[in-house]
């Protein structure tokens, strides 16, 4: 079964500073890859996806994350944080060519110092 | 346009009762999912739908929880005799098509609480 780790559970940034949160995930094959925002009483948010090709994908809000197989990971990264980047990052994993739900890491809690 | 909606926002009961919860997609969505966010976990995938029927239930806990979406629109999510163990807010998301490619919008979710 497909599994996701995001091995830190907080983590604080001052604003202005680089960012990276963690992803590592356990799959057979090729996974489909996501990376969500949940904001206080908002909705889940897709940042960005992998599927295939160019391993370095570049979402909204000025995110991107880098997929490495040999690492089984899928790091989010972002030049430089905003005070509204504080929020709740998810990373998930679906079936590559499948069309059931996706399976969900546990989640970071980012926390933006002035 | 409008995104997905869901109602009611908070849901409290007790133990024992059933509980009925409604989900809207965004129109011309065929695909539909529901899952479940505990406390300080990550959503946790209940069922898929594609247009009325249910393509994978797989994530249901137990046969106190079902779903139903008899017009291949909005979609119910039913449990009874509700246990304290499914607090959670329950969340749902549409996607044009049922495939990873096609992304999965999220509303806002269901708060529920059994006391």
């Known amino acids: 079964a497909q599994s996701v780790t995001q091995p830190d559970i907080h983590i604080t940034v001052s604003e202005g500073a680089s960012l990276e949160l963690r992803c590592n995930y356990s799959y057979g094959a090729t996974p489909y890859l996501f990376w969500y925002v949940q904001s206080p009483g908002q909705g889940l948010q897709l940042l960005l996806k992998?599927?295939?090709?160019?391993?370095l994908v570049q979402g909204i809000k000025g995110f991107e994350a880098e997929f490495k197989r040999s690492q089984s990971s899928f790091n989010l990264r972002k030049p430089s944080v905003h005070w509204s980047d504080a929020a709740e990052y998810f990373c998930?994993?679906?079936?590559?060519?499948?069309?059931?739900?996706?399976?969900f890491g546990k989640g970071t809690h980012l926390i933006i110092q002035p | 346009g409008a995104g997905v909606s869901q109602t009611p926002s908070n849901k409290v009961t007790e133990k024992g009762k059933y509980v009925e919860l409604r989900c809207d997609p965004i129109?011309?969505?065929?695909?539909l999912y529901w899952y479940r966010q505990s406390l300080g976990q990550g959503p946790e995938f209940l069922i898929y739908f594609q247009g009325t029927g249910a393509a994978d239930d797989s994530g249901l806990p137990n046969d106190r929880f079902f779903a139903v979406r008899p017009e291949g629109s909005v979609s119910t999510l039913k449990i009874q005799r509700t246990e304290r163990g499914d607090s959670a807010v329950y969340l749902c998301a549409s996607s044009l098509q049922g495939a990873l490619y096609n992304e999965q919008f999220f509303g806002p979710g269901t708060r529920l609480t059994v006391l």
């Open positions: 992998y599927f295939s090709g160019d391993t």
């Open positions: 129109s011309g969505h065929t695909a």
């Open positions: 998930a994993v679906g079936e590559s060519g499948g069309a059931d739900g996706l399976t």
